[in-house]
């Protein structure tokens, strides 16, 4: 290759490192109304609350949040016993809930459900154990759920069984409950 070519190389280079420059640029000015999340509330610990009616049997029982590490007052709100967390800010929220499950019986349905305004809002998460006498007694959860709050919904997050199986929380070591909101 000649001397012009070796220039004309080096424009094309030149050239096509500009455009990919260029391209970065306008794609990050672009993106800033991208959705991002604020995390507003952490507990570290989770236990089985039977205080509230009719949330109050060993097959029916609603989370009580314990070892608060984040709580930001201007998102949500704890009441109840800490079984209720009002979502004080308009908009769309995140609930992140790992948990362990101990007592299972074989052949059961068990529901973790998410309680808006006292209904079902969803399942956080549902679990069969197996039918054989060697099915496990214990199991995690590691699941999610999108609500939307006006401003005044509360949640509850509500463990239930139909069939009259009592079931629990297992170490606090393996559970965690977060809420973030999320903003745009």
């Given at each position: 290759m000649g001397k012009a070519g070796t220039v004309f190389g080096l424009?094309?280079?030149?050239?096509?490192?500009?455009?990919i420059a260029f391209g970065f640029f306008n794609m990050n000015s672009q993106n800033n109304?991208?959705?991002q999340s604020?995390?507003?509330?952490?507990?570290?610990?989770?236990?089985v609350n039977l205080d509230f009616t009719p949330h109050n049997?060993?097959?029916?029982?609603?989370?009580?949040?314990?070892?608060?590490?984040?709580?930001?007052?201007?998102?949500?709100s704890v009441s109840n016993n800490n079984t209720r967390i009002t979502l004080l800010k308009?908009?769309?929220y995140r609930i992140q809930l790992s948990m362990f499950l101990n007592y299972l019986d074989p052949?059961?349905?068990?529901?973790?459900?998410?309680?808006?305004?006292g209904l079902t809002e969803g399942?956080?998460?549902?679990?069969e154990t197996e039918t054989s006498s060697t099915a496990s007694s214990y199991y995690y959860i590691d699941s999610s759920e999108f609500v939307y709050s006006d401003g005044t919904n509360y949640i509850e997050i509500n463990g239930f069984s139909y069939t009259d199986n009592s079931f629990s929380i297992g170490s606090d070591i393996y559970n965690?409950?977060?809420?973030?909101?999320i903003a745009t």
């Amino acid at each position: 290759m000649g001397k012009a070519g070796t220039v004309f190389g080096l424009i094309g280079i030149i050239l096509g490192a500009g455009g990919i420059a260029f391209g970065f640029f306008n794609m990050n000015s672009q993106n800033n109304n991208l959705t991002q999340s604020i995390v507003v509330g952490i507990w570290d610990g989770l236990a089985v609350n039977l205080d509230f009616t009719p949330h109050n049997s060993n097959d029916d029982w609603l989370i009580e949040f314990e070892f608060n590490k984040l709580n930001n007052t201007d998102y949500i709100s704890v009441s109840n016993n800490n079984t209720r967390i009002t979502l004080l800010k308009t908009g769309w929220y995140r609930i992140q809930l790992s948990m362990f499950l101990n007592y299972l019986d074989p052949d059961t349905q068990y529901y973790i459900k998410l309680l808006k305004d006292g209904l079902t809002e969803g399942h956080i998460h549902f679990y069969e154990t197996e039918t054989s006498s060697t099915a496990s007694s214990y199991y995690y959860i590691d699941s999610s759920e999108f609500v939307y709050s006006d401003g005044t919904n509360y949640i509850e997050i509500n463990g239930f069984s139909y069939t009259d199986n009592s079931f629990s929380i297992g170490s606090d070591i393996y559970n965690q409950f977060k809420i973030e909101y999320i903003a745009t």
